[in-house]
């Protein structure tokens, strides 16, 4: 069973549009959702992340829209660029989940210049 | 955050053999994890390693396959045993996941197996 859903599998999108990475989730324990950019050839690294308590987060050109009660959270790359291009993941651990996270299935992203 | 180094990066190997990936970390830290990350598909866990005790195999994995070593706090290993072509994949340790704080992976090996 998926634990974290997520889509759309790949995204292609034009310089300086938006790139959006939809997220959702079942268990109700999850309280940490981060999200991962991974470049080819390397491991995942840690882009940016949220808890439940606000609804939105940004850290530059990346914003993290959390829907508490929809249990769905999305990540929202403006003005992407094509070094954007990559994976990412969203991810979700819980208290009920002692220290492991339920990865999505990635979205592969590519920026056209 | 954490720099984590993994050796070897890539390795090619045959049917039957087996091959142990290590994994170290530039500080101490309590938990380390190993993932699975198949061509094109997301990541799997597929064990967390504490020092000083067993390692805990999530349903899927079993330790006669997947042995670990967790030797101190700052280094761990994983063993791929009785490969098969199955097995090609990136395998990645990871380091966290404390409630304060989060993940960090390192590089992965990328594993072919012929």
């Known amino acids: 069973q998926q634990q974290v859903k997520q889509s759309p599998q790949s995204l292609i999108v034009q310089k300086g549009g938006i790139s959006i990475i939809n997220c959702a989730y079942e268990?109700?324990?999850?309280?940490?959702f981060p999200w991962y950019q991974q470049f080819p050839g390397k491991g995942p690294a840690l882009l940016i992340a949220?808890?439940?308590?606000?609804s939105e987060k940004k850290e530059g050109r990346f914003t993290i829209s959390f829907n508490k009660s929809a249990k769905q959270f999305s990540l929202h790359i403006m003005d992407s660029q094509p070094g954007d291009s990559a994976t990412y993941f969203c991810?979700?651990?819980?208290?009920?989940?002692?220290?492991?996270?339920?990865f999505g299935t990635g979205t592969s992203l590519t920026v056209i210049p | 955050s954490a720099v984590i180094s993994q050796k070897p990066s890539r390795d090619i190997c045959q049917r039957g053999t087996s091959l142990t990936i290590q994994c170290q970390v530039d500080?101490?830290?309590?938990?380390m994890f190993w993932y699975r990350q198949q061509p094109g598909q997301s990541l799997t866990l597929i064990a967390t390693?504490?020092?000083?005790?067993?390692?805990?195999?999530e349903s899927g994995f079993v330790i006669d396959k997947f042995p670990i070593s967790r030797p101190n706090l700052t280094f761990s290993t994983l063993t791929v045993s009785n490969m098969s072509p199955e097995d090609s994949s990136i395998y990645l340790c990871?380091?966290?996941?404390?409630?304060?704080?989060?993940?960090?992976f390192g590089p992965g090996t990328r594993l072919t197996v012929l």
């Open positions: 949220i808890r439940p308590d606000v």
């Open positions: 268990n109700t324990a999850f309280d940490y």
């Open positions: 390693a504490n020092q000083g005790s067993e390692a805990t195999y």
């Open positions: 991810a979700a651990r819980g208290t009920n989940t002692g220290n492991q996270f339920y």
């Open positions: 990871s380091v966290g996941g404390t409630l304060t704080d989060t993940q960090y």
């Open positions: 500080s101490q830290v309590t938990m």
